[in-house]
């Protein structure tokens, strides 16, 4: 039987930035690397950017980060800018690299997926819930994250679950192909190790 956890937004814990200058609510990561602010193979996390400035360095990993709520984003990349980021507009980086946000407006909400290439395969999805979405996957972890006020998901082998907004589900496949419905906007992201 494949392992499936509901992840409740108000229970998420609260993390200082590792460079002091703000905080994440974490959503889950992996189990190796304890509560360290690295070392994890994989963490999903929210950040609140309440004003323009530097990101937290997380050598040796790869980012995706996607604008929740606000007027968006431009992030400066290594020198270059990237295109304005507007919400649930996935854009991908090198945690080493120096990374500051201009906010296009007042404060923003974004997701984040922090993961070691070397260590893991990810891909992340976002499906806009106009339409129920069916999807298989065998990754060794799904992860749904709930950007609606109500998603409906079922997952083969498991009763339907509902998840408020921020809410996300974790699925351990054990490496069995599972059929996951999805009903609402939410993001989905399949990590398998290397």
Known sequence: MSLLKILRAVNYPRMPWKNGGG????????????????????????????????????????????????????LRVDGRDSRALQPFDAFAFEGDSE?????????????????SP?????????????????????ADTVLVFSACDD???????????????????????EGKLHKVNLAGRCCVIELQAV
């Open 23 to 74: 905080s994440t609510e974490e959503i889950t990561r992996d189990g190796s690397g304890g509560a360290a602010l690295d070392g994890f193979g994989w963490r999903l996390s929210i950040a609140d950017i309440a004003e323009s400035g530097g990101f937290s360095r997380f050598a040796g990993y790869q980012r995706i980060i996607t604008v929740l709520q606000g007027d968006g984003m431009v």
């Open 99 to 115: 990374v500051c946000c201009e906010l296009l407006g007042g404060a923003i909400r974004d997701f984040n997926l922090i993961y």
């Open 118 to 138: 070397q260590r893991f395969r990810a891909r992340l999805q976002w499906f806009d819930g106009i339409l129920p979405v069916n999807l298989f996957s065998s």
């Open 151 to 173: 998603l409906q998901v079922r997952v083969s082998g498991h009763g339907a679950e509902s998840l408020a907004i921020y809410d996300s589900l974790q699925l351990g496949t």
